[in-house]
């Protein structure tokens, strides 16, 4: 979607979703659905089982994950919370972790 949607978008069972502009109201992502947002979600997102997104614009609202993949970039942006009540969430780290440092006695 290279454009606006002014209500809900729901990806039913085996949709796929590439979202570069902006949805007003709430993303849900069935059961197989497949989502990358480029864009800007106003709303929640609540992602279903055996599902994914790639998240790398922003949402407005709270990300609940209820069994999917979720993959959060280190670009994207959300204002709400993420929740996850079953499946997997990643975050793409910012900075790799720092290297030890030798202790001197």
Excluded: C, M, Q
Aim: aromatic share 8%; glycine share 18%.
């Amino acid at each position: 979607l290279w454009g606006s949607v002014g209500g809900n978008v729901r990806v039913v069972n085996g949709g796929k979703f590439y979202l570069r502009g902006t949805v007003y109201g709430n993303l849900e992502v069935e059961y197989g659905g497949r989502v990358h947002i480029f864009g800007h979600i106003r709303g929640h997102v609540r992602l279903g089982e055996n599902t994914k997104l790639i998240h790398s614009g922003v949402i407005g609202g709270n990300v609940t994950n209820d069994g999917g993949r979720l993959f959060i970039e280190k670009a994207s942006k959300i204002t709400g919370k993420v929740k996850t009540n079953s499946g997997e969430t990643k975050y793409e780290s910012e900075l790799p972790p720092p290297a030890p440092t030798p202790r001197e006695d």
